[in-house]
């Protein structure tokens, strides 16, 4: 088998989703099995990069370069990506986010070399300069040889608003994956359970920013009604964030400041999650594929989600995890209530997630399948 030649484009680096994924992707890649030369760069100014991710970048052995093509209609950054592309001998380019594919297909197409494209975000109608670089992007990806979405959700969406007769035969679903390495399941944390609370069990951790549509208030409202029925249950609120303050007067509303905590933005999320006997997320709209739930499911833990956005794709109801409909506090509480009542039940789960969570969502799974694409467009 040779090796395969790959040069990843992206944007820029700055501090993002999918520029902090080409670190796990990169080190997965260099997996001998695989026999893939990976190069990533840059199609925008160096000026534009954000100084972590290039450090993240470094710490994982990757040196990654920019063109310095400073907006879309530049006239010299079609044929400077074109030259890029058969000066560097590459045998498949993959280009990620919007100014990325549109200026790539073209130019692997000059080159004669196959292309794929991936997206990753749920998207929604957009008007102005937004709304028509998004379109040119989705145009110049449908004529490359492979459009990727990280989730079912996210394919949808693009399907809905640019493809409303039906998707095209090369648009595809091919989930991300992340570094789960250190997710594992084990014994939880006594420091850690004594921090966040005191040894009182049983423990439910909601890790999110602390945005409007991650769902929050929706937990608060509903922690009444799991009280009920489990009066030492403990919603342990992970994150931070500009709604803080209201959720806090919203805790002191619902009269639940002894039964919600607060503990901050976090550095031990693997001790955290050993420590949890459950984690939600009650997400209300715009999640793609949250990092969150593959990290929680790799420590072996039962999830509680909302069924919405690219949750599912993640959670498989009733196998890895249980979703209930989004914006819906007594839906919320009923299945967190099920899962505090059945031991046997969220052990069965965590461990289904874990073997899930490995298959499907890790980066060495994610660099096998995209490697195995490569081959296929590459004939």
């Not at 670089?133 to 004529?143: C, L, T």
Request: aromatic letters at 6%; proline letters at 7%; charged letters at 25%.
């Amino acid at each position: 088998m040779t090796t395969l030649r790959v040069l990843t484009l992206i944007d820029g680096f700055r501090m993002g989703g999918a520029e902090t994924l080409l670190v796990p992707l990169a080190v997965a890649a260099r997996d001998p099995d695989l026999k893939i030369d990976m190069d990533i760069l840059g199609v925008g100014p160096e000026a534009n990069n954000a100084d972590k991710t290039l450090t993240l970048l470094a710490d994982a052995g990757v040196r990654p370069r920019s063109l310095g093509i400073r907006r879309l209609l530049d006239p010299s950054g079609i044929p400077r990506l074109t030259r890029e592309i058969r000066d560097g001998g590459y045998d498949v380019v993959h280009a990620h986010l919007e100014m990325a594919m549109s200026l790539a297909v073209p130019a692997a197409r000059l080159a004669r070399r196959p292309i794929v494209c991936t997206f990753h975000h749920v998207t929604s109608p957009l008007t102005g300069r937004g709304g028509w670089r998004e379109r040119i992007a989705v145009e110049a990806a449908s004529r490359s040889d492979r459009v990727l979405f990280v989730s079912e959700a996210s394919r949808k969406s693009f399907g809905d608003i640019y493809r409303p007769r039906g998707l095209p035969g090369n648009w595809a679903v091919l989930h991300n994956g992340i570094d789960i390495d250190q997710f594992h399941p084990g014994q939880p944390d006594a420091a850690v359970l004594n921090e966040l609370s005191g040894g009182r069990r049983p423990i439910v951790v909601l890790p999110a920013a602390f945005r409007h549509f991650k769902g929050i208030p929706v937990a608060i409202d509903a922690w009444p009604h799991v009280v009920r029925e489990h009066p030492a249950a403990l919603l342990v609120l992970v994150g931070g964030g500009p709604d803080e303050d209201a959720l806090r007067r919203r805790v002191a509303d619902v009269g639940m400041t002894d039964s919600i905590v607060f503990a901050g933005v976090r550095t031990d999320m693997p001790s955290v999650y050993r420590t949890a006997d459950i984690v939600l997320l009650p997400s209300t709209y715009g999640e793609n594929l949250p990092t969150v739930l593959i990290e929680a499911s790799a420590a072996g833990k039962a999830v509680a989600a909302s069924r919405i956005g690219g949750i599912p794709d993640i959670i498989v109801d009733g196998v890895t995890g249980r979703l209930f409909e989004p914006n819906d506090p007594v839906a919320l509480a009923a299945t967190v209530c099920e899962l505090l009542s059945d031991e046997s039940l969220r052990v069965n789960l965590g461990a289904a997630a874990t073997l899930r969570a490995r298959s499907e969502f890790s980066a060495a799974s994610w660099a096998r399948r995209l490697c195995a694409l490569y081959r296929e467009i590459a004939k």
